[in-house]
Nanobody, 115 residues
Framework: QVQLVESGGGLVQPGGSLRLSCAGS????????MRWYRQAPGKQRELVAA???????NYLDSVKGRFTISRDNAKKTVYLQMNSLRAEDTAVYYC?????????WGQGTQVTVSS
C-alpha cells in the first residue's frame, strides 16, 4: 500500500532553517508528482510546493526564494529545504501524492518557528 512518512520538523528560531523529508513506498516514486502542504491552527491546509516527475517545481508566493523542494528518486524521498523561517511558517507540514483518483497523505510533521 502507499505510504508517506515525513520527518525533520521541530522548533527553530526565526531566520533559521529546517529540512523536511518525505519517504514514499508502495508506488512508483519516480513517476509521481509530489507536493508539500501545510496547515496552521485555525487555517485551511495550503499548498506550499510541488515537484513533478520531470523535476518541474512551483511554490506558494510567500515561500518563493526561501523554500526549495527537491527529490531523490533513488531514495524515494522528497525534501523541503526551508530557510529564513518566519513565525507565520509555523504549521503541520504534510506530503501528498496522487495515483489516479486517489490521494495519499503522510501523517504530518510539526514545524514551529519561535524565539
Amino acid at each position: 500500500q502507499v505510504q508517506l512518512v515525513e520527518s525533520g520538523g521541530g522548533l527553530v528560531q526565526p531566520g533559521g532553517s529546517l529540512r523536511l523529508s518525505c519517504a514514499g513506498s508502495g508506488f512508483i516514486f519516480s513517476m509521481s508528482g509530489m507536493r508539500w502542504y501545510r496547515q496552521a491552527p485555525g487555517k485551511q491546509r495550503e499548498l506550499v510546493a510541488a515537484i513533478g516527475s520531470n523535476g518541474y517545481t512551483n511554490y506558494l508566493d510567500s515561500v518563493k526564494g526561501r523554500f526549495t523542494i527537491s527529490r531523490d528518486n533513488a531514495k524515494k524521498t522528497v525534501y523541503l529545504q526551508m530557510n529564513s523561517l518566519r513565525a507565520e511558517d509555523t504549521a503541520v507540514y504534510y506530503c501528498r501524492t496522487q495515483r489516479g483518483n486517489n490521494e495519499y497523505w503522510g501523517q504530518g510533521t510539526q514545524v514551529t518557528v519561535s524565539s
